[in-house]
C-alpha cells in the first residue's frame, strides 16, 4: 500500500495512509480467519475506491481555466470505482463464465488508458527509446511471468488460463516496476501509470486466486489493487496541479528493475522445489523465452550503448551546436538573449537535453554533466566574450575525452557531457579549471576570467533534472568564490532553495515590520550585577520562520541591505535604550555594525542623530565592530572609531583572536571594550596557561575592559572570572529575550550600574 512509498507520505496524503493502515488491519485479520475473505476484499477495495475516487472527483469537478484538465479525473474516476466494483464482485461471480470475469477488468484498461492519454505532463519518447525499452523490459517480464506460473496454485486452473494469467501479471508487473521505478518515478504521470498497472494487476490476480481451493489466497490481491487505486489519485492531482517541475525528480532506481525479477524468480523457484514437485514442459519453454530478449538487448547493447554520448552526436547534424573535440574548431553562439527566448539558445539547451537522454537511455545509465560559466568573459564586450569562449572551446576540446561533447550555452558559459563516472568527470573538471584559469589575449589586452564548474551524474535521472542539478551545483560555485568545482547533492539543493527564498523575501523585510531584536544581557563578573545588554537582530519572517543574523547578513550583503538593517538596528536599540533608562540609567546598549557600514563618510553624525532623537547619553551606546574585518581599511576604521569616542560612545572590539597580528593591531584601535571568546578562556593543550591571561595583560596595558562572550557553561564562567575578565555575556549568565523580559531581569538588581 502506501506505506511503500515514503517519498510520497505528506499532510495532503494523510487519508491515504489512514485507508492503507486499516487495509493492513483487515488483511491480517482475514489471513487469520477472523473475517471471511469475501468481506476484507470487499471491504478493502471499497475503501480503496472511496478515498481515490473523492480525490479524483474533486480534479474532475474544480474549477480551472482549462476545463479540458477535469476530464483526465473524471475518467480516472470512474475507472477506479469500476475497479472497486469489480472486486467486490469478482468472488460472487461464476468463473466459469470467461466473459463475467473479463468485462469489469476490460471496463478498467479502456477508461484507465483514455484517462492516462489525456493527464498533463505526459512523457512523449520517440519510437526508437520505446522499442529499446520493451526489449530491455521484455527478458524480466517473462521471467516475472515465469515466478507468476510457479506461484499460482495448479489445482483448479485450466492450463491455458493459468498461463494466460502469469504472463498478463508478469507483463503488468514489470511495466509497474518500470513506471515507479524509473527516472520519473516521482511524477504525476509515471505514478498514475503505475498505479493503473498495479490496480490491474490486482484485479487480475483476484479472478484468478478466487477459485484456488485455499480462498485465502484471493487476499495477496488486495494490496496491489488498494495500493494502485491510491498511486493513480495522488499521481493524477500532481500531474494535474503541474507540480512536477517543483519536484526534484530523483536518480533513476535502476536496480529494482534489474534485480526484484530475478530475486522474485528464484524465490518463485526455491518455493516450487521446496514441495517436491519438478518443473513441468511449460516452465521450460518460459525459460527458454527469456534468453532471445536477453540476447537482443546485449547485442544492442553492444552495437551503440556503450557509447551513448557518441550516439547523441549521431543523432544530430554533424557540426552544429554539439561539438567533438576532433571536429573543426568554430566559435559558439552567444546569444544575448535567455535559453528561453534565443533560439540559438533553445538550439544549445536541445543539444544538451539530447547528449544527455542519451546517456540515460542505456540500462544502467552512468555519465555526467559539466556546466562551466567564465566569470569576466564579458569584461571587454560582446565581440571579445565571443573571443574567449572561442579560445576557452579550444582548450576544453584539448582535456577532454575522444567521446566527450562540448556545447555553448546562452551568455558566457558552455557545458561538456562526458560518459565517465563521477570521479573522473570531477577530475575532468579539476582540468577544465587549470586551463580555463590562464589569460586570454583578446581585443588587444589580456583578459583574466574566474571559471566557476558545477557537476552533476546522469546515472538514469531525466535530461532536464541533470541541466537543473548542474546549474544549481554551478551556482553554488560561484556563491563560494568561483576558481572550483562544485558537486550536487540533495542538500545543496536544499541550501541553494533555502537562499533563494531568503532572496527573494529580505527585501522589503523592514517595510512590512518583520524584523525584531533580542537583548542578551552583559554582567559584571566580579559582583553578578547587569551593566549593560547587546542587541541582537532577528528576522521574523511568516514565510521562513525566524532568522538568524548568521544566515540573514550575507544575504544581506549580497543584496546591498546591510546599511538599512543595521541603521533599523541602531534605532530600535537607542529607543529601546532611552526606555530603560527611566528607570536603571546606568545600562548601556551594544549594537554590531559592519566595517562597510562604519567606513561610510556620514557614519558618525547620523549615529549622533540618533542619539539625540531619543535623548540617550553617548556613554550609553557601545558600537562593535568584527575583529577579523577591520584589517581591510584599517586607518578609516581608526578614524571612525575615534570619531565615534570624540562624541562619547564607548566602542568594541568583537570576536578578537589572540594572535600575533591581531595583538599588534590592538595598538592602533581606539576601543573601550575587547570581546573574546571561550576558547581563550579554557587550558591549552599543550600545558601552557590560557591565552586570556595574555589579553587581560595587553589590556591592562591599553586601558581596555574584557567582555567574555559565548559563555554556555559554569565552568567558562569561572575561568572568565579567574582570567580578570571583568564583564561576561553568554548563555550561562542569561539568554536573549524580548525587550519586556529583560528589563524583568534588570529590575531584580535594583543597584544596577556601570
Given at each position: 500500500?502506501?506505506?511503500?512509498?515514503?517519498?510520497?507520505?505528506?499532510?495532503?496524503?494523510?487519508?491515504?495512509?489512514a485507508?492503507?493502515?486499516?487495509?493492513?488491519?483487515?488483511?491480517?485479520?482475514?489471513?487469520?480467519?477472523?473475517?471471511?475473505?469475501?468481506?476484507?476484499?470487499?471491504?478493502?477495495?471499497?475503501?480503496?475506491?472511496t478515498?481515490?475516487?473523492?480525490?479524483?472527483?474533486?480534479?474532475?469537478?474544480?474549477?480551472?481555466?482549462?476545463?479540458?484538465?477535469?476530464?483526465?479525473?473524471a475518467?480516472?474516476?470512474?475507472?477506479?470505482?469500476?475497479?472497486?466494483?469489480?472486486?467486490?464482485l469478482?468472488?460472487?461471480?461464476?468463473?466459469?463464465?470467461?466473459?463475467?470475469?473479463?468485462?469489469?477488468p476490460?471496463?478498467?484498461?479502456?477508461?484507465?488508458?483514455?484517462g492516462?492519454?489525456?493527464?498533463?505532463g505526459?512523457?512523449?519518447?520517440?519510437?526508437?527509446?520505446?522499442?529499446?525499452?520493451?526489449?530491455?523490459?521484455?527478458?524480466?517480464?517473462?521471467?516475472?511471468?515465469?515466478?507468476?506460473?510457479?506461484?499460482?496454485?495448479?489445482?483448479?486452473?485450466?492450463?491455458?488460463?493459468?498461463?494466460?494469467?502469469?504472463?498478463?501479471?508478469?507483463?503488468?508487473?514489470?511495466?509497474?516496476?518500470?513506471?515507479?521505478?524509473?527516472?520519473?518515478?516521482?511524477?504525476?504521470?509515471?505514478?498514475?501509470?503505475?498505479?493503473?498497472?498495479?490496480?490491474?494487476?490486482?484485479?487480475?490476480?483476484?479472478?484468478?486466486?478466487?477459485?484456488?481451493?485455499?480462498?485465502?489466497?484471493?487476499?495477496?490481491?488486495?494490496?496491489?489493487?488498494?495500493?494502485?487505486?491510491?498511486?493513480v489519485?495522488?499521481?493524477?492531482?500532481?500531474?494535474?496541479?503541474?507540480?512536477?517541475?517543483?519536484?526534484?525528480?530523483?536518480?533513476?532506481?535502476?536496480?529494482?528493475?534489474?534485480?526484484l525479477?530475478?530475486a522474485?524468480?528464484?524465490?518463485?523457484?526455491?518455493?516450487h522445489?521446496g514441495?517436491?514437485?519438478?518443473?513441468?514442459?511449460?516452465?521450460?519453454?518460459?525459460?527458454?523465452?527469456?534468453?532471445?530478449?536477453?540476447?537482443?538487448?546485449?547485442?544492442?547493447?553492444?552495437?551503440?550503448?556503450?557509447?551513448?554520448?557518441?550516439?547523441?552526436?549521431?543523432?544530430?547534424?554533424?557540426?552544429?551546436?554539439?561539438?567533438?573535440?576532433?571536429?573543426?574548431?568554430?566559435?559558439w553562439?552567444?546569444?544575448?538573449?535567455?535559453?528561453?527566448?534565443?533560439?540559438?539558445?533553445?538550439?544549445?539547451?536541445?543539444?544538451?537535453?539530447?547528449?544527455?537522454?542519451?546517456?540515460?537511455?542505456?540500462?544502467?545509465?552512468?555519465?555526467?554533466?559539466?556546466?562551466?560559466?567564465?566569470?569576466?568573459?564579458?569584461?571587454?564586450?560582446?565581440?571579445?566574450?565571443?573571443?574567449?569562449?572561442?579560445?576557452?572551446?579550444?582548450r576544453?576540446?584539448?582535456?577532454?575525452?575522444?567521446?566527450?561533447?562540448?556545447?555553448?550555452?546562452?551568455?558566457?558559459?558552455?557545458?561538456?557531457?562526458?560518459?565517465?563516472?563521477?570521479?573522473?568527470?570531477?577530475?575532468?573538471?579539476?582540468?577544465?579549471?587549470?586551463?580555463?584559469?590562464?589569460?586570454?589575449?583578446?581585443?588587444g589586452?589580456?583578459?583574466?576570467?574566474?571559471?566557476?564548474?558545477?557537476?552533476?551524474?546522469?546515472?538514469?535521472?531525466?535530461?532536464?533534472?541533470?541541466?537543473?542539478?548542474?546549474?544549481?551545483?554551478?551556482?553554488?560555485a560561484?556563491?563560494?568564490?568561483?576558481?572550483?568545482?562544485?558537486?550536487?547533492?540533495?542538500?545543496l539543493?536544499?541550501?541553494?532553495?533555502r537562499?533563494?527564498?531568503?532572496?527573494?523575501?529580505?527585501?522589503?523585510?523592514?517595510?512590512?515590520?518583520?524584523?525584531?531584536?533580542?537583548?542578551?544581557?552583559?554582567?559584571?563578573?566580579?559582583?553578578?550585577?547587569?551593566?549593560?545588554?547587546?542587541?541582537?537582530?532577528?528576522?521574523?519572517?511568516?514565510?521562513?520562520?525566524?532568522?538568524?543574523?548568521?544566515?540573514?547578513?550575507?544575504?544581506?550583503?549580497?543584496?546591498?541591505?546591510?546599511?538599512?538593517?543595521?541603521?533599523?538596528?541602531?534605532?530600535?536599540?537607542?529607543?529601546?535604550?532611552?526606555?530603560?533608562?527611566?528607570?536603571?540609567?546606568?545600562?548601556?546598549?551594544?549594537?554590531?555594525?559592519?566595517?562597510?557600514?562604519?567606513?561610510?563618510?556620514?557614519?558618525?553624525?547620523?549615529?549622533?542623530?540618533?542619539?539625540?532623537?531619543?535623548?540617550v547619553?553617548?556613554?550609553?551606546?557601545?558600537?562593535?565592530?568584527?575583529?577579523?574585518?577591520?584589517?581591510?581599511?584599517?586607518?578609516?576604521?581608526?578614524a571612525?572609531?575615534?570619531?565615534?569616542?570624540?562624541?562619547?560612545?564607548?566602542?568594541?572590539?568583537?570576536?578578537?583572536?589572540?594572535?600575533?597580528?591581531?595583538?599588534?593591531?590592538?595598538?592602533?584601535?581606539?576601543?573601550?571594550?575587547?570581546?573574546?571568546?571561550?576558547?581563550?578562556?579554557?587550558?591549552?593543550?599543550?600545558?601552557?596557561?590560557?591565552?586570556?591571561?595574555?589579553?587581560?595583560?595587553?589590556?591592562?596595558?591599553?586601558g581596555?575592559?574584557?567582555?567574555?562572550?559565548?559563555?554556555?557553561?559554569?565552568?567558562?564562567?569561572?575561568?572568565?572570572?579567574?582570567?580578570?575578565?571583568?564583564?561576561?555575556?553568554?548563555?550561562?549568565?542569561?539568554?536573549?529575550?524580548?525587550?519586556?523580559?529583560?528589563?524583568?531581569?534588570?529590575?531584580?538588581?535594583?543597584?544596577?550600574?556601570?
Amino acid at each position: 500500500m502506501l506505506l511503500a512509498y515514503p517519498s510520497l507520505v505528506t499532510r495532503r496524503a494523510a487519508p491515504e495512509v489512514a485507508t492503507s493502515t486499516a487495509v493492513a488491519l483487515l488483511l491480517i485479520a482475514g489471513a487469520a480467519d477472523l473475517v471471511p475473505t469475501s468481506v476484507v476484499i470487499a471491504l478493502t477495495a471499497g475503501a480503496g475506491a472511496t478515498v481515490a475516487g473523492l480525490r479524483l472527483s474533486r480534479l474532475a469537478t474544480r474549477r480551472c481555466p482549462d476545463p479540458t484538465s477535469r476530464a483526465p479525473g473524471a475518467l480516472l474516476d470512474a475507472a477506479v470505482v469500476a475497479a472497486g466494483l469489480t472486486a467486490v464482485l469478482l468472488p460472487l461471480v461464476d468463473l466459469g463464465r470467461t466473459a463475467a470475469v473479463l468485462v469489469g477488468p476490460l471496463v478498467v484498461v479502456v477508461l484507465s488508458v483514455f484517462g492516462l492519454r489525456r493527464l498533463p505532463g505526459r512523457p512523449r519518447p520517440a519510437v526508437g527509446v520505446r522499442v529499446r525499452r520493451l526489449v530491455e523490459s521484455a527478458g524480466p517480464a517473462i521471467g516475472l511471468a515465469l515466478a507468476g506460473w510457479l506461484l499460482l496454485p495448479p489445482g483448479g486452473l485450466p492450463v491455458p488460463t493459468r498461463l494466460a494469467a502469469a504472463l498478463t501479471l508478469g507483463g503488468l508487473a514489470m511495466a509497474a516496476l518500470n513506471a515507479l521505478a524509473g527516472p520519473r518515478r516521482r511524477s504525476g504521470p509515471a505514478l498514475c501509470r503505475g498505479g493503473v498497472l498495479l490496480m490491474v494487476g490486482g484485479l487480475v490476480l483476484l479472478a484468478t486466486l478466487s477459485s484456488a481451493p485455499a480462498g485465502r489466497a484471493a487476499l495477496l490481491a488486495v494490496p496491489p489493487l488498494v495500493s494502485g487505486m491510491l498511486l493513480v489519485a495522488l499521481g493524477a492531482a500532481r500531474a494535474v496541479d503541474a507540480c512536477d517541475a517543483a519536484v526534484a525528480q530523483p536518480v533513476a532506481a535502476a536496480w529494482p528493475r534489474l534485480v526484484l525479477p530475478a530475486a522474485v524468480l528464484l524465490l518463485a523457484s526455491g518455493l516450487h522445489l521446496g514441495t517436491g514437485r519438478a518443473p513441468d514442459r511449460t516452465s521450460l519453454l518460459l525459460a527458454l523465452a527469456a534468453v532471445p530478449p536477453l540476447v537482443l538487448r546485449e547485442l544492442l547493447g553492444s552495437g551503440d550503448a556503450s557509447n551513448p554520448v557518441r550516439r547523441a552526436a549521431h543523432r544530430r547534424a554533424a557540426g552544429s551546436t554539439v561539438r567533438h573535440r576532433h571536429a573543426t574548431p568554430t566559435r559558439w553562439p552567444a546569444p544575448a538573449a535567455p535559453p528561453s527566448v534565443g533560439s540559438g539558445a533553445r538550439g544549445d539547451r536541445v543539444a544538451l537535453l539530447d547528449a544527455l537522454a542519451a546517456i540515460g537511455d542505456v540500462p544502467v545509465p552512468t555519465g555526467a554533466l559539466l556546466l562551466v560559466d567564465l566569470h569576466g568573459a564579458d569584461a571587454l564586450g560582446p565581440t571579445a566574450r565571443e573571443d574567449v569562449l572561442a579560445e576557452a572551446a579550444h582548450r576544453t576540446r584539448g582535456v577532454i575525452g575522444a567521446d566527450d561533447l562540448v556545447t555553448g550555452c546562452a551568455g558566457s558559459g558552455f557545458g561538456v557531457v562526458t560518459a565517465a563516472g563521477p570521479v573522473l568527470a570531477y577530475a575532468l573538471g579539476t582540468r577544465l579549471l587549470g586551463v580555463l584559469s590562464s589569460p586570454y589575449a583578446v581585443a588587444g589586452a589580456v583578459l583574466r576570467v574566474q571559471p566557476s564548474i558545477g557537476l552533476a551524474e546522469v546515472s538514469g535521472a531525466g535530461p532536464a533534472d541533470v541541466l537543473r542539478q548542474a546549474e544549481l551545483a554551478r551556482r553554488r560555485a560561484v556563491q563560494l568564490g568561483r576558481d572550483r568545482v562544485e558537486w550536487y547533492d540533495a542538500f545543496l539543493e536544499e541550501q541553494l532553495v533555502r537562499r533563494l527564498d531568503l532572496e527573494r523575501e529580505l527585501p522589503g523585510a523592514v517595510a512590512r515590520g518583520e524584523l525584531d531584536l533580542v537583548y542578551q544581557p552583559v554582567v559584571d563578573l566580579v559582583d553578578g550585577q547587569p551593566v549593560g545588554a547587546e542587541a541582537l537582530l532577528r528576522w521574523r519572517s511568516p514565510v521562513l520562520g525566524t532568522v538568524l543574523p548568521a544566515e540573514l547578513l550575507p544575504v544581506a550583503e549580497d543584496l546591498d541591505l546591510v546599511g538599512e538593517l543595521e541603521w533599523w538596528v541602531l534605532d530600535r536599540a537607542c529607543r529601546q535604550l532611552s526606555n530603560w533608562s527611566v528607570g536603571v540609567r546606568e545600562l548601556w546598549m551594544a549594537v554590531n555594525v559592519t566595517t562597510r557600514e562604519l567606513t561610510t563618510p556620514d557614519f558618525v553624525q547620523r549615529a549622533a542623530a540618533v542619539l539625540a532623537a531619543y535623548g540617550v547619553p553617548p556613554e550609553r551606546l557601545v558600537v562593535e565592530v568584527s575583529e577579523p574585518r577591520v584589517g581591510g581599511d584599517l586607518p578609516t576604521v581608526v578614524a571612525r572609531l575615534a570619531g565615534l569616542r570624540s562624541l562619547g560612545v564607548r566602542t568594541a572590539l568583537d570576536d578578537f583572536r589572540a594572535e600575533h597580528a591581531s595583538l599588534a593591531q590592538l595598538r592602533r584601535l581606539p576601543i573601550d571594550l575587547l570581546k573574546v571568546g571561550p576558547e581563550l578562556v579554557g587550558a591549552r593543550l599543550d600545558g601552557q596557561p590560557p591565552l586570556i591571561d595574555v589579553v587581560v595583560n595587553v589590556g591592562e596595558r591599553l586601558g581596555v575592559e574584557i567582555v567574555a562572550e559565548e559563555l554556555e557553561s559554569s565552568a567558562q564562567v569561572e575561568g572568565a572570572r579567574r582570567g580578570g575578565c571583568r564583564y561576561g555575556q553568554g548563555f550561562a549568565v542569561a539568554r536573549p529575550a524580548t525587550a519586556e523580559r529583560v528589563e524583568a531581569y534588570f529590575e531584580e538588581f535594583p543597584s544596577a550600574s556601570r
